[in-house]
Structures are given as C-alpha cells and as structure tokens.
C-alpha cells in the first residue's frame, strides 16, 4: 500500500538546533504534506510542497522533495521547546478524490 | 478561524455496544474525512464522503462502520458494535477540495474523540 514512511521515529534535540526529519513513500503522487500533532490532540497542516517542486520554505521550515527517490524531508531550524510535537508526512495518490495517507510520525522532543 | 468539532471527546462504552462520534467539519469544505489512531501508532484513514455519498473507503472501514450526513452541518462516524480494538482516538477532517491533478487536498482536523471500549 502507498504510504509514507518518516524516519527515524524519534528525535531528541537542544533549543536552537536544527531538526530533520525524513520521509519516503511508494507511488507516485501529486504532492506531498507535513503535519504536526501536538500530544492528544488533532493534525495540523504545515506545509505542501507539489510533485514538480523540490524545495519549499515556510518560516523556520524548509520541505524538500525529490520524487526520483520517493522522498522528502522536513528541516525545523533553530527549533524552539515548543516544537515538540510529532511529525507526519501524508501523500495522496496521482488519482482525483482519494485521501491523504499518514505515515508512522517522527516524534520530536526540543528541551531548553 | 474556522475549525472542525467533533464530540464528544471522550466516550467509554461497553463492547458491543453501539457509538456514535459527531463532527461539524468548516462550514464551505465539501470533502469529509474520518482517521483513527490506536494509541502511539499512525494516523489511519477509514473513509472519505463528498456529495452524501461514501469516495472512498479503508479496508479497517468493515460492515461496522457507518458514515452519515444527516442535515447540512453534521458528519457523524457510527460504529455499530464496538470492538476492544476499536479503542483510538478518531479524527474527523474536512478539506475543501479532494485530490487530483488540479487539487491540493489540505486537510482540517478536529481536536478528536478518544474512544474507550471496555
């Protein structure tokens, strides 16, 4: 089944550093989002980047994607406590009214 | 800014009893969405409705499962005999526009109901 996949499954990191986070997936897709999901609550989306773009920038993130690879990875820089959170990767499938579909979720965990 | 409802947050029920989960996804969104996630695992999809009709549907969204729109602002998740598996947190989302190739389909969460079957 086409999913996305990130990696790794957790990352633990200072104030301030930069956090990376990837993810892969299986078919080819129109365009690939990151969610964040604080603890007990809903997703919220980040950020969109499509199939013919290679890198995208929202503020501290930085999304890029290589579809040759089947992948994306998403920089948080000079993160900050409140950014911890996890992290999820959804793709949709190269197909009108299909959904997104989440992969496993990096957990990251910023102490000041 | 406008947000998706869902209630009620959390639900114990007995197993095999029936529960239904209420949702008002964004008031103009057209596309409505139900996850689940067990506790620590991934988001998974169950099922997609637009235009009162079910799009599409996960193989987790068994006989169980049903979705209905009953009036123009609610979007209910009923699961008809609960499971002890069937414990998770359930998601509703609504996007104003599905997949494709001239669409980016950017989902809007509820907060959640946190299922708990005994």
């Known amino acids: 089944s086409q999913q996305g996949e990130e990696d790794p499954q957790a990352l633990s990191i200072q104030e301030g550093e930069n956090a990376t986070m990837n993810c892969s997936y299986k078919?080819?897709?129109?365009?690939l989002q990151w969610y964040r999901q604080n603890s007990g609550r809903g997703l919220v989306h980040l950020i969109l980047?499509?199939?013919?773009?290679r890198e995208k920038h929202s503020g501290r993130l930085r999304v890029t994607l290589d579809t040759s690879k089947k992948s994306s990875s998403l920089l948080i820089t000079a993160s900050r406590a409140a950014d911890t959170a996890s992290y999820f990767c959804?793709?949709?499938?190269?197909?009108?009214?299909?959904?997104?579909?989440f992969g496993k979720g990096t957990t990251l965990s910023v102490s000041s | 800014e406008p947000e998706v409802t869902q209630t009620p947050s959390h639900q114990v029920t007995q197993m095999g009893q029936e529960v239904i989960l209420r949702c008002v996804p964004i008031?103009?969104?057209?596309?409505f969405y139900w996850y689940r996630q067990i506790l620590g695992q991934k988001v998974e999809f169950l099922v997609s409705?637009?235009?009162?009709?079910?799009?599409?549907k996960s193989e987790i969204f068994d006989d169980q499962f049903s979705v209905e729109r009953p009036d123009g602002s609610n979007f209910t998740l009923k699961i008809r005999s609960t499971k002890l598996e069937d414990s998770a947190m359930y998601f509703c989302?609504?996007?104003?526009?599905?997949?494709?190739?001239?669409?980016?389909?950017?989902?809007?969460f509820g907060a959640g109901s946190r299922l708990t079957v005994l």
């Open positions: 008031s103009n969104h057209l596309y």
């Open positions: 078919t080819s897709i129109n365009n």
């Open positions: 980047i499509r199939s013919n773009e």
């Open positions: 409705f637009y235009n009162n009709e079910i799009s599409e």
């Open positions: 989302a609504s996007s104003s526009r599905g997949t494709g190739r001239s669409g980016a389909n950017v989902l809007t």
């Open positions: 959804a793709t949709d499938k190269n197909q009108a009214g299909t959904a997104l579909i």
